[in-house]
């Protein structure tokens, strides 16, 4: 059956409902632009609706981060909201925001984007399909907002497993872990929360590590870590020396547990908000092992020469940035192992109506950050309409070089953190962005 298409050239699409699409139609719609939105879940929330198709959360699933330093500026979360809230908690919060400025209605839901492509005649062609079929619509522009954790990172492992092996994306509930020995791969945030999970009901739990971490407490002084030193922020080498002798006082040294020493310096990696692995490792109900040699029948052997068996493996192995319905050169982006060429990770020179919202990743940014994202989208859409001249500055910069956004950091050059960048250096650099267009 042909697709049927329907035309609306003055809205602007936006791809996603999670907090980055919310963001974006909460700010088109400050700017008096029209927009229509697609869901692939049934509401809005993104990954935080544990029952939505790609949602990767688990049901110990709480913020790494503390509400205030995460939460949209003009939407507080409630009092009674806990520090640290759960999955359950957000979902509600992010249905609260949508209800409150009247968002939901321009979404459709159980709407998977199949394809976003340019259309020769000017603005972008969008196919959807819903209810197992296939509609196209016609907008002025793409709004990207559909997430950077839905797409596992599957490393190929020499060898064969008898057991079963499980991608963090699709662990729910850790009563599948009962009676078994289990294996998690990778002990980052994600890895580290379902070691803590899995002793609980395992017969064994081990963690096998690469590098090593800094481990950094939710709370210091009584306090969410992460609500301390927000003033005037420090240079980045007095910063890791001061956070490195902080956490040497609450932590301690991770290697007494196993853990390699870690070759780069605090904030030069996401750190792992997470100390109750420590305190089960103390208690003898975690081991970490080396990284992993190969599978090997009913279990795994590791680099050092030594092997374990297992029932259970976990690859808690990150994900890969994901839009497969746009070809990769309209984002000049070279593919797996990178990240997109973006001018402060939202604009493509190659087309004036793409914008990518939310590939961003930095410690303590929140959604406010993602929230000022789409802010400055939706300056430039009305700057090109009451101050052409300021629109088209942006757009030479756009096909310029690339600022600094490491703050001074120098970060590890992985996957993860290509698109990686420094909170305050991030979040200046769009305000000044927003401030000239206005």
Request: net charge negative; aromatic share 10%.
């Amino acid at each position: 059956m042909d697709p049927t298409i329907s035309t609306d050239q003055r809205t602007y699409a936006v791809i996603g409902a999670g907090p980055s699409g919310l963001a974006a139609a909460r700010n088109l719609q400050r700017a008096g632009i029209p927009w229509s939105g697609y869901e692939l879940a049934q509401g809005v929330g993104g990954l935080w609706d544990i029952d939505g198709p790609r949602s990767t959360v688990y049901e110990s699933a709480h913020l790494i981060s503390s509400k205030r330093t995460t939460e949209f500026a003009e939407f507080p979360m409630s009092e009674d909201v806990a520090d640290y809230p759960s999955h359950r908690e957000l979902l509600a919060y992010f249905r609260a925001f949508a209800d409150t400025y009247d968002l939901t209605s321009g979404f459709r839901f159980g709407a998977e984007v199949v394809a976003a492509a340019p259309h020769p005649d000017g603005g972008w062609t969008v196919t959807v399909e819903q209810d197992g079929r296939r509609t196209e619509h016609r907008h002025a522009g793409v709004l990207v907002a559909n997430g950077t954790l839905s797409e596992p990172s599957v490393p190929d492992l020499a060898g064969k497993f008898d057991g079963e092996v499980l991608h963090t994306s699709a662990y729910k509930s850790p009563t599948i872990f009962a009676g078994k020995r289990v294996l998690i791969i990778g002990a980052g945030n994600s890895g580290c929360d379902i070691a803590v999970d899995a002793v609980h009901h395992a017969a064994s739990v081990d963690l096998s590590v690469r590098r090593g971490y800094y481990f950094v407490p939710k709370y210091l002084f009584g306090k969410p870590a992460d609500t301390l030193n927000q003033g005037r922020p420090l240079p980045p080498r007095i910063k890791q020396a001061v956070d490195t002798r902080v956490l040497r006082m609450f932590t301690g040294d991770p290697t007494r547990f196993g853990f390699p020493k870690p070759d780069y310096r605090i904030y030069e990696s996401h750190p792992i908000v997470n100390t109750l692995v420590l305190h089960h490792l103390g208690h003898g109900d975690l081991r970490v092992r080396p990284d992993v040699e190969r599978l090997d029948g009913d279990g795994v052997a590791f680099r050092d020469g030594t092997r374990s068996p297992y029932d259970l493996v976990v690859l808690a192995t990150g994900y890969h940035l994901h839009y497969p319905f746009l070809d990769p050169a309209l984002l000049r982006w070279r593919g797996r192992g990178s990240a997109p060429d973006l001018y402060l990770n939202i604009f493509t020179q190659a087309d004036p109506d793409l914008f990518v919202l939310g590939m961003i990743e930095a410690s303590g940014i929140g959604w406010q950050g993602r929230y000022e994202q789409a802010e400055l989208v939706a300056s430039y859409l009305r700057a090109r309409r009451d101050a052409p001249d300021a629109a088209r500055a942006l757009e030479e910069r756009v096909a310029g070089p690339r600022p600094d956004l490491s703050g001074g950091y120098r970060y590890l050059g992985l996957e993860r953190m290509s698109y990686y960048v420094n909170k305050d250096a991030y979040r200046s650099a769009v305000r000044a962005e927003i401030e000239g267009l206005s």
